[in-house]
């Protein structure tokens, strides 16, 4: 059957001579998986920069249910995001946010729309900002918990969750995921590297505490040498 859905590139795969597999989270079904086929090739009429991570696209798909893997047909894109993918700093966060992403977010067509609507927020808001960029990943993840059913209220919370006694001693990091918690996404907020890798270390740990397997992120190194 033929789909239609908004969705959220997540990464891309090569896949034989001339295709790729996109992975994108759709504002219907969750995490898919789609064949867009020829797009490598030099006679594709579209562009494989259509698909680079945090791309906002209209889709039109080829189902089959009994398939782990779709056929996509069409696309467009249905909000730019030019700067992501072309100011340094954005595109770093991007890589790094798209690799969690990646891991955490799954199939599940009955309850991502609240999550959908906060993911195409927050791409639009990383889009907008001129400025202030370099907490923004720290500031994303924790808004997200929210929206993946944890009910976190501030960083004492969030510690205890997990009863690592360790954390406490790093006031500055857990008073940073407290105004993070509650403040906008837009919003900035004053820290240090120092301080902001505390506080992401802090937060990754709290993922895989609850279950969302994280994992070694790669592109970590990468944000730290951008944003030290």
């Not at 945090?54 to 056929?71: E, G, K, M």
């Not at 994303?140 to 944890?150: A, E, Q, T, V, Y």
């Not at 837009?186 to 994280?214: D, G």
Request: hydrophobic residues 40%; proline residues 3%; negative net charge.
């Amino acid at each position: 059957m033929i789909v239609k859905t908004r969705g959220i590139v997540i990464n891309y795969i090569k896949y034989q001579e001339s295709s790729i597999i996109v992975r994108a989270f759709t504002e219907d079904s969750g995490m898919n998986s789609y064949i867009v086929n020829g797009v490598r090739s030099s006679r594709s009429k579209k562009s494989i920069g259509f698909f680079q991570p945090f791309s906002l696209l209209d889709l039109i798909a080829y189902v089959n249910p009994n398939r782990d893997i779709q056929r996509l047909s069409e696309w467009k894109t249905f909000q730019p995001t030019f700067q992501i993918h072309q100011n340094i700093s954005k595109s770093t966060i991007t890589l790094f946010l798209s690799e969690v992403l990646g891991k955490i977010l799954v199939h599940e067509p009955d309850e991502n729309k609240g999550l959908f609507e906060f993911l195409c927020n927050a791409i639009a808001t990383l889009e907008a900002l001129d400025s202030n960029v370099h907490h923004f990943h720290l500031h994303f993840l924790l808004n997200m918990i929210p929206h993946l059913g944890f009910g976190i209220s501030d960083g004492d919370e969030l510690v205890n969750s997990m009863e690592l006694e360790n954390v406490h001693n790093d006031r500055a990091a857990i008073e940073l995921i407290t105004q993070m918690l509650n403040s906008d996404l837009s919003i900035p907020i004053a820290s240090n590297a120092t301080t902001r890798l505390a506080a992401l270390e802090t937060v990754l740990s709290y993922f895989n505490h609850h279950n969302l397997q994280v994992g070694e992120i790669k592109s970590l190194k990468v944000l730290h040498q951008v944003f030290g």
